[in-house]
């Protein structure tokens, strides 16, 4: 059992920073990859971006590239998501995700262990 704690949400306006954290335990994750998602009101769940935990192999989500950033620390036991120039279609809630069978996919419905989830709101 993998359990996940986000923290780090919170409001701010366009154009600038939040840095978000999920605080991994529970396993052993060498073989895991952990994804950020994030779920608008009313909208579909939505991939951010995933590191594998080892070799440190990233993907983005096009909408995020360049602005975001998903990094793991091997020491603390988290991964992090630095988010800079913020818009408001960065709004929403966001979450942390375990991966333990298919390498991190862009799809949520692959990812095995979740976050309670932490809300971003960017305001205009």
Not at 22 to 28: D, E, I, L, P
Not at 34 to 55: D, L, N, S, Y
Not at 77 to 94: C, F, R
Not at 107 to 121: A, F, L, M
């Amino acid at each position: 059992q993998v359990q996940l704690v986000e923290s780090g949400g919170g409001l701010v306006q366009a154009g600038g920073s939040l840095r978000l954290s999920c605080a991994v335990s529970g396993r052993t994750l060498s073989s895991y990859a952990m994804g950020w998602f994030r779920q608008a009101p009313g909208k579909e769940r939505e991939f951010v971006a995933r590191i594998r935990w080892t070799g440190g192999n990233t993907d983005y989500a096009d909408s995020v590239r360049g602005r975001f950033t998903i990094s793991r620390d091997n020491a603390k036991i988290t991964v992090d998501l630095q988010m800079n120039s913020l818009k408001p279609e960065d709004t929403g809630v966001y979450y942390c995700a375990a991966d333990r069978r298919y390498g991190g996919t862009r799809d949520y419905r692959t990812y095995d262990y979740w976050g309670q989830g932490t809300q971003v709101t960017v305001s205009s």
